[in-house]
Antibody, heavy 121, light 112 residues
Framework: QVQLQESGPGLLKPSQTLSLTCSVS??????????WTWIRQHPGKGLEWIGY???????YYNPSLKSRVTISLDTSKNQFSLELTSVTAADTAVYYC?????????????WGQGTLVTVSS | DIVMTQSPLSLPVTPGEPASISCRSN???????????LDWYLQKPGKSPQLLIYLGSNRASGVPDRFSGSGSGTDFTLKISRVEAEDVGIYYC?????????FGQGTMVEIK
């Protein structure tokens, strides 16, 4: 069974950089056919897609965040990471790491439990 | 961006009764392959979303057969044939046609 687990600081000040890591077990981030994706949920709101990194390390980001986002892969640790620079209160959200699988047409079949990141001075 | 619109936004249900949620997109989700790139997810209270339906009508692994998805193009429906107490939560549709995935606002299903 694939499991994903987010980790990283839960509290940031405005202008700092958000850095989160997703540790993957039960599967390999370097296996073909998977899109390692970050999705966030503002408090009490819906879901916002941030971006993905493919097993080949190709990336795609939400244009609304593209100038501030970097997603990277660490195959040696079987992890992938999210960096979001110059955060503001609008970046306060629960951040989920997920796996998109070509087996289910790139739908998100496994999710982490989510981690709350609060941006406050 | 493809805009996804769900209705209703709130749905009180009675256990044992059927329930239905609508999802509409402002662009067709029908791919040249013949598949509709529309997913349904359920976010139970305090939990992460879980995949219910992909490609419009395919149940994900382990999803009970009381859940079914239908529709094509821009109009889609998620049906629960007989609601159970464990089905409460927020249901989201999501389009997978464009790389930039977009979600509906969510439909909160609660027991009457």
């Amino acid at each position: 069974q694939v499991q994903l687990q987010e980790s990283g600081p839960g509290l940031l000040k405005p202008s700092q950089t958000l850095s989160l890591t997703c540790s993957v077990s039960g599967g390999s981030v370097s296996s073909a056919g998977y899109y390692w994706t970050w999705i966030r949920q503002h408090p009490g709101k819906g879901l916002e897609w941030i971006g993905y990194i493919y097993y080949s390390e190709k990336t795609y980001y939400n244009p609304s965040l593209k100038s501030r986002v970097t997603i990277s892969l660490d195959t040696s640790k079987n992890q992938f990471s999210l960096e979001l620079t110059s955060v503001t209160a609008a970046d306060t959200a629960v951040y989920y790491c997920t796996r998109g699988s070509e087996v289910v047409a790139a739908s998100y079949d496994f999710w982490g439990q989510g981690t709350l990141v609060t941006v406050s001075s | 961006d493809i805009v996804m619109t769900q209705s209703p936004l709130s749905l009180p249900v009675t256990p044992g009764e059927p329930a239905s949620i609508s999802c509409r997109s402002n662009q067709s989700l029908l791919h040249s392959s013949g598949y509709n790139y529309l997913d349904w997810y359920l976010q139970k209270p305090g939990k992460s979303p879980q995949l219910l339906i992909y490609l419009g009508s395919n149940r994900a692994s382990g999803v009970p057969d009381r859940f079914s998805g239908s529709g094509s193009g821009t109009d889609f429906t998620l049906k629960i044939s007989r609601v159970e107490a464990e089905d409460v939560g927020i249901y989201y549709c999501m389009q997978g046609l464009q790389t930039l995935r977009t979600f509906g606002q969510g439909t909160m299903v609660e027991i009457k």
